[in-house]
């Protein structure tokens, strides 16, 4: 989710820290 997958060496996709932080606070949400 956070680099395209199957390449080694890649960038960290900066516009998904978000969105994981997202579905980190629905997870907390539902426990």
Do not use: M
């Given at each position: 989710m956070s680099v395209n997958p199957g390449?080694?060496?890649?960038?960290?996709?900066?516009?998904?820290?978000k969105k994981v932080s997202d579905l980190r606070r629905l997870c907390a949400e539902k426990v």
């Open positions: 390449f080694g060496g890649q960038r960290f996709i900066e516009s998904q820290v």
